[in-house]
């Protein structure tokens, strides 16, 4: 992919340090002491962590680290309890304390994840420091009333903050680029008929959506694609807007847009598709999700899934999980599976847009940067780093291959109309979007 | 797909069966008792089997259905003996009586089996007869020996048989059809540049073939794209045949054709791709073989495992397994993973060929009957009438749904010269086969 670079972050970010001189240290004596135990911890972190080429400035102004040459950030830590904290769980506070303002990074933000995420052996992210505060780990669970305190934990902080960083429909999930360097807007379109076709919809069919957004797809299908849609989720910011749009539009006549859970979906469709939800459904519920699926889906249905994912099986990290998506927990392709094997539903593609992830946030982090006034009125400073970091470290897991994206389409095992090949994915589509009702 | 129909089978099939008047019946008080007993056992497995429309006559002449109307076929039980292993296991036991004529099948024999799949409810299929017969249904394992026992009883039953029925290039697994009415021929070239494509083959790297068949795969990757192979078999017949091809088309210096297990691969190399070899290697073996590509694919380099399939785990049939395939058990794509999950490797793309495969079978099937006399003169009717079992058995699974075909394509998890869509897989190829080495 090309690397365009978002502007580097945090660059103006230098504190007042006094370097100590080494005949003031002998004066510390019991400074000094404690720090040599704090030394012995941080360097023993670093060790677990792989070493990244960073230099650690600690709050007195001693400076640490393994490669004085070619360090790609310096990391001040401003106290001894961020310290502390750090070196017992990296995963976990790393983002808090950052958050915080107790650790500050000098260098380009991006750059700094790249460097500690390529070396960070993976067997040690998912373990470092779980022992200790195994009993704090249970990621919060998805039951119903549980799902709803989730969501509304990230999805009703307010529309309008979206509206500075998402594209113009407001798309909060994976665009679809048919070349690197195609628009956000038009990348989130593209997304929405990729996906559209994929589903072969026909003019007068019944669609299911489960976990709407802002309605940007439910819009699409009904619009482009003449379908009607019943279009569930439980963020009630997200449906308020949603039905705001429909009416504005006209489309509240095709769409209905219900504030609740998947499981409570009822009904038969031609269509049952989902962009975005399963992150929060839980490996838990995966078989519920697919008795839901088998329950509402017509004989000749199709049926997508649209998903962040992992190459193996592993809790989201810790502070992502506990600050930005309680109950998240992306699958592995294995765990998927456990939404369609057990109804005996055909799998007939699957397709990886790791990449186009990655270009989707470079987007929404550059708008937030360039947003990042309006976002401070908004809220206070430790929202606005923790959102920068949210995005930042996203974007370098998509990047680095520590998430994927799956497009995972399905229909049931005896279902024979489905396309010959994939073919016709990839031609042009024969008339532009709004002429294309009852064409297609 | 197009539902071109192969010629009818069979239809000439039918005994000289004396119909027995009510009053021999009476005369016949000792028979008529066991036989009642046995119609309750069959009439007790033709429920268990979900009552498919079909007529049975048994070997006194007697007429046996719950469908008096619009049955598909008429089954003739020849004796007392075939009854009582029919209702024990008529999974196993079905293609074994039918292989030995003391069960015929009076009508297509196409219609017949998938007549009976549509009806046969899955648990049943993967249960009945099976606690019984549990000792008795251990899969061959595939220890290397075991392996190597397990692929001889397949593959090495003589060149010429397959010549009859298979393609010019002698390619055993499915092809690929641009268009449902392509031929066998092009639709092979078709899969095998398909195949090449998805792993972006360049001139001058190395690939390594996993289980090569007759060699068609790796003389086609060394003409076209002008990279060497290491192609491994166990099947001794197969490798002799593919090293004279390489020769005799004077690309032996490019392939190296061993008769050696895919778990002594040695070496490094730019791809890894194997075709129609995981159905052999077991559910149990898929760590291992993960752990062979993670130890010889490069950083940069690119996978690909192309092998039927299933929704969800079960074993392969029980008569394809003990008299057609020894030790094989396709898996399902959840079993897959345990290949790539373990390894951090991505998978980039799954696409579904199940109707690709049942076109294929069409083709075989169709030459096989076409040939039939050739076959018969070289082995007794009960092979001739087992691999006709087979071959439309297999087409009928791929038709309705029960067997998949995978074609799974991977890469190292922070590979990041990936495509950036797929698109270019459904483009035109710029030079025609033969002119393309070194223009890709």
Same mark, same amino acid.
């Given at each position: 992919m090309r690397q365009e670079r978002v502007e580097p972050l945090s660059k103006a970010i230098s504190g007042d340090f006094n370097y100590l001189a080494p005949a003031e240290e002998q004066r510390q004596a019991f400074g000094n002491m404690v720090f040599a135990t704090e030394k012995m911890l941080l360097a023993r972190m670093m060790r677990a962590i792989g070493n990244p080429p960073v230099q650690i400035v600690l709050w007195n102004g001693q400076k640490i680290s393994n490669h004085d040459e070619n360090t790609v950030a310096r990391i001040f830590i401003h106290d001894r309890g961020a310290l502390l904290k750090l070196v017992t769980d990296p995963e976990l506070y790393f983002g808090e304390l950052y958050s915080a303002q107790r650790i500050e990074v000098q260098g380009d933000l991006l750059d700094f994840l790249e460097a500690v995420y390529r070396v960070w052996p993976l067997a040690t992210q998912d373990k470092i420091g779980k022992k200790l505060l195994a009993p704090f780990y249970d990621v919060r669970r998805n039951t119903l009333p549980g799902a709803r305190r989730n969501i509304h934990h990230h999805y009703d902080i307010g529309n309008d903050f979206y509206k500075l960083w998402l594209d113009e429909r407001m798309v909060y999930t994976c665009a679809y680029f %048919? =070349? %690197?360097? /195609? =628009?956000l807007e038009d990348a989130q379109i593209a997304k929405l008929d990729h996906v559209c076709r994929k589903l072969r919809l026909q003019p007068g069919e019944k669609v299911v959506e489960a976990g709407c957004g802002w309605g940007a797809l439910a819009l699409h299908m009904a619009k482009h694609y003449g379908v009607t849609v019943a279009a569930y989720n439980i963020s009630s910011e997200q449906v308020a807007f949603a039905r705001q749009r429909a009416h504005t539009e006209g489309l509240d006549g095709q769409i209905e847009f219900i504030e609740d859970d998947y499981r409570n979906v009822r009904g038969e469709f031609d269509a049952f598709v989902s962009i975005g939800m399963l992150e929060h459904v839980g490996t838990d519920h995966y078989r519920e999700l697919g008795a839901v699926i088998d329950r509402c889906l017509k004989d000749n249905g199709r049926g997508l899934i649209h998903s962040i994912g992992l190459n193996y099986p592993r809790p989201m990290d810790a502070w992502t999980e506990r600050h930005i998506f309680p109950g998240a927990c992306p699958p592995s392709l294995a765990q998927m599976m456990q939404i369609f094997e057990p109804f005996d539903f055909s799998v007939l593609d699957v397709e990886n847009l790791r990449l186009h992830y990655a270009r989707t946030l470079e987007h929404w982090l550059q708008r937030y940067e360039n947003n990042i006034g309006r976002v401070t009125e908004m809220f206070d400073a430790k929202f606005v780093r923790a959102w920068r970091l949210y995005l930042a470290g996203s974007l370098t897991a998509f990047k680095n291959g520590g998430m994927q994206l799956f497009q995972v389409t399905f229909a049931r095992a005896?279902? =024979?109309?489905? %396309?010959? /090949?994939?073919q016709y994915l990839y031609e042009p589509q024969r008339t532009p979007p709004g002429e294309r009702h009852g064409n297609l």
């Open positions: %048919p =070349n %690197p360097d /195609t =628009n005896d279902h =024979n109309q489905i %396309p010959w /090949t994939r």
